[in-house]
């Protein structure tokens, strides 16, 4: 029988348990202790190098590394890497510009290799320019926030193509590795003359010593391949010879007669064709099929259930055949049937309803505050709603890829904006490890964000699992590219302005809705769970540049049943639509100018209120029965004002001329950046006055593009790009032309009409104007 003491103690531990269990604690904390320390050493040192790799298998003949990105050979060819894919924007000019300006060698010298899949050409810039902190937050923890996320990207290595950050992420890289190349060369040509290398210089791919010798880098590159690094120095912008020139597009020729190599250009021998049959609604899955509803046709050659992944690519079912019209033609008389889910009902109308609902009901994530919302003493108050549709990308080359697994090697050809990406989808779709897919990444036939997605990979790595190592290349129809997209999401704004007795914009709010095409990206990509704020649902409304006392931006993320991804400047497409039409209602409620009033509240902005006086000063005074629209808007770091002319008859919107000014820092080839600026205009405006992607019964209504309208050619206006002077260093010009088009139609037709359009796309009511 225990006595009262024993029992008092008896859920004690003994003092031996007690020692191991502190001496457990000691351990644990000690080793988060270390590992805490070992984070904040890591955090503290820079980013690892970008200029060294391992060099790929299959160097072309003769060539001799310099560097991770540069090769010279002794016929004096330089062979530069190229780790972006080409979709247009002209990479393939732009890039080597910046090779050939550190490393003094003619541009036309330079030849291009696709870059193998290694961490020194994975993009470091695109998540930190994610990340939600406003622009003119120059704090300690913005400034750390960056330092980190570059640091993880370069230890990730994710090689992608977006964000408008090829230039800008290469900026650096490129040209320390033409630089350090350059001296290398340098060093050799000291050496052989046994002469100080400050003796010496480069030009047109000669190094030149100051009594006259000249040595070719080609003869140097043997010795200069074997030295190890040299120090170096880049250029100062005052002694740029190639960066800010225009030259001439690199790709055009091969574009021109047709030897440029896109995805659906893909010949291979012995090569089958796959169609698929989706779900027509999303999330639905496959019930049943009946393969001999086809096996009899012309052709074919298989029928393959594929699994759903989480790349997005649903279950479905492919039919392989010997050519691509035998295959879509088995495609549509395949006897299949679906359980279509529980979005079978889905329509256009209660998605714009759930998010309206949403705004009645949730405040939202706040991203931006600045002063009092609440003590805004305004004397009048204005406020209106804007809405915008799902968009899908539509690019002129649909999806597709081809894929070959033999003898455990995987070999991928494909039109890709993310190559690390896709080859990790595919060695997890065929279970093979990475390092045994080959990718070969071809041009693309427009990428706008539907191609970070590898939906299509995995599809067309489960078909060519099942075809005992022959080739197989998968192509969607364009219906299917416009009912199967990762689309831009639906979304609802509503916008709050305070003004005082003398027009003066005191207080700004505004409140949106709508999915995360982040959360579902990243879900697709890396498995990250979908939770958290979307800087993208924001931008362009927290993150503007103007001067209001009182704000506060805030937005409700929405569950999406359609699923989204990234749309040609993103969030900037719709956010710059809705506040540049607010802004537009705001000045005409105050009685003053649009241009004097946005002016009015740049004060402290000198690169925002240039670019804006250079559009407008390039545009003049309408003629009789036009007027013009103005439009200023940031995005990816560049500055862009549009001033669009516009006509109306009738109920039809006509777009004559855009002036557009852009303020991008230092542009690289001029002539790429006025490219860049047309063809936003050309996309943005489709999207302003003809796309939309609606829904009913769960199905998408649009088929091709005489109901998903992009712009014909005699409804292109004329455009006008002015490029402000700039030694900054250059910002993104992919997407940034993209925002300003809808609003400065808009407010043309405000104008013209009396009409305020804050719906997309822009349609008239008859009977109104």
């Not at 990207?153 to 350090?180: H, I």
């Not at 080859?423 to 970070?452: I, M, P, S």
């Not at 190592?469 to 509503?494: E, K």
């Not at 005489?706 to 260093?729: C, G, N, W």
Request: net charge neutral; glycine share 10%; charged share 20%.
């Amino acid at each position: 029988m225990r006595n009262a003491t024993t029992a008092a103690v008896a859920g004690r531990p003994s003092p031996a348990a007690t020692s191991r269990r502190q001496s457990r604690r000691r351990f644990l904390l000690g080793g988060l202790g270390l590992a805490g320390a070992l984070v904040v050493g890591w955090g503290v040192l820079p980013p690892r190098q970008r200029l060294h790799a391992d060099p790929p298998q299959g160097l072309p003949a003769g060539q001799l590394p310099m560097n991770g990105w540069v090769m010279v050979s002794a016929d004096d060819r330089v062979t530069v890497m190229l780790a972006r894919s080409e979709m247009g924007q002209g990479v393939m000019t732009a890039l080597p510009m910046l090779v050939a300006e550190e490393l003094d060698v003619p541009l036309a010298r330079i030849e291009l290799m696709q870059a193998p899949i290694r961490k020194i050409y994975g993009d470091i810039t695109m998540l930190g320019d994610g990340l939600p902190f406003h622009p003119e937050d120059m704090g300690p923890i913005k400034r750390g926030a960056q330092w980190m996320s570059r640091k993880l990207m370069r230890e990730v290595g994710v090689m992608v193509t977006g964000g408008s950050t090829s230039v800008k992420d290469s900026w650096l890289p490129m040209r320390e590795a033409g630089a350090a190349a350059r001296a290398r060369l340098v060093a050799a040509a000291a050496e052989r003359w046994q002469v100080p290398a400050s003796a010496c210089r480069t030009e047109d791919g000669q190094v030149v010593h100051a009594d006259g010798r000249r040595a070719r880098y080609g003869e140097l590159a043997e010795r200069a391949a074997q030295m190890g690094d040299v120090p170096f120095r880049l250029k100062e912008a005052a002694a740029f010879r190639v960066i800010g020139q225009s030259q001439p597009r690199r790709d055009a020729p091969a574009k021109s007669d047709g030897s440029a190599q896109y995805g659906l250009d893909v010949k291979l021998p012995g090569m089958r064709y796959a169609m698929v049959a989706m779900c027509p609604v999303p999330g639905g899955r496959l019930r049943e099929f009946d393969p001999g509803s086809v096996r009899g046709m012309p052709g074919v050659l298989d029928v393959i259930a594929l699994l759903a992944d989480r790349s997005g690519a649903p279950e479905a079912v492919a039919v392989v055949a010997d050519t691509r019209w035998h295959a879509m033609r088995a495609q549509r008389a395949l006897a299949v049937s679906w359980d279509e889910g529980p979005h079978a009902a889905l329509s256009s109308d209660a998605v714009m309803s759930g998010l309206s609902a949403a705004l009645d009901a949730d405040e939202g994530f706040t991203y931006y505050r600045r002063g009092d919302i609440d003590q805004a003493a305004g004397v009048r108050r204005i406020e209106a709603e804007y809405r915008a549709p799902f968009l899908a990308h539509a690019a002129m080359e649909p999806v597709n890829c081809t894929a070959r697994l033999a003898q455990g090697r995987l070999s991928l050809w494909v039109p890709t904006q993310v190559p690390s990406i896709a080859v990790t989808a595919a060695a997890r779709a065929a279970g093979v490890d990475e390092d045994a897919v080959d990718l070969h990444l071809t041009q693309l036939g427009g990428g706008f964000g539907r191609r970070l997605d590898t939906d299509m990979v995995v599809q067309a790595v489960q078909i060519a699992r099942k075809l005992d190592g022959a080739p197989v290349q998968l192509l969607w129809s364009r219906t299917q590219d416009l009912a199967h997209d990762f689309y831009r999401p639906a979304s609802v704004a509503r916008l709050a302005a305070q003004i005082d007795g003398d027009g003066r914009l005191l207080g700004w709010q505004t409140r949106s809705a709508g999915g995360s095409p982040i959360h579902q990206l990243t879900h697709r990509a890396f498995g990250l769970p979908m939770v958290g704020p979307d800087k993208t649902t924001v931008e362009g409304l927290f993150d503007h540049s103007y001067e209001i006392p009182h704000q506060r931006v805030s937005h409700v993320i929405v569950d999406s049943a359609v699923p989204l991804g990234t749309w040609r400047s993103v969030g900037h497409s719709q956010n710059a639509f809705f506040k540049e039409g607010f802004i537009d209602e705001v000045a005409h409620a105050a009685g003053a100018d649009p241009v004097a009033f946005r002016r009015r509240l740049l004060a402290a902005h000198p690169r925002h209120r240039a670019v804006l006086d250079a559009a407008v000063s390039m545009a003049g005074a309408p003629p009789a029965g036009r007027a013009h629209g103005v439009a200023l808007h940031q995005s990816f770091g560049s500055i862009v004002a549009q001033v669009a002319e516009v006509s109306v008859d009738g109920t039809t919107i006509r777009v004559h001329k855009v002036w557009c000014a852009v303020d991008c820092g230092m542009a690289v080839n001029p002539d790429g950046v006025r490219q860049q600026v047309e063809s936003a205009v050309a996309f943005g405006l489709s999207a302003a006055l003809n796309d939309e992607i609606t829904l009913r019964d769960g199905r998408v209504q649009q088929t091709n593009f005489h109901d998903y309208r992009t712009l014909r050619l005699r409804e292109m206006p004329a455009v006008e790009v002015a490029i402000l002077p700039s030694t900054e260093p250059p910002e993104g010009m992919g997407e940034p032309g993209v925002p300003p088009v809808a609003p400065a139609v808009a407010n043309a037709v405000f104008r013209l009409t009396g009409q305020r359009l804050r719906s997309l796309p822009l349609r008239l009511e008859a009977g109104l104007s």
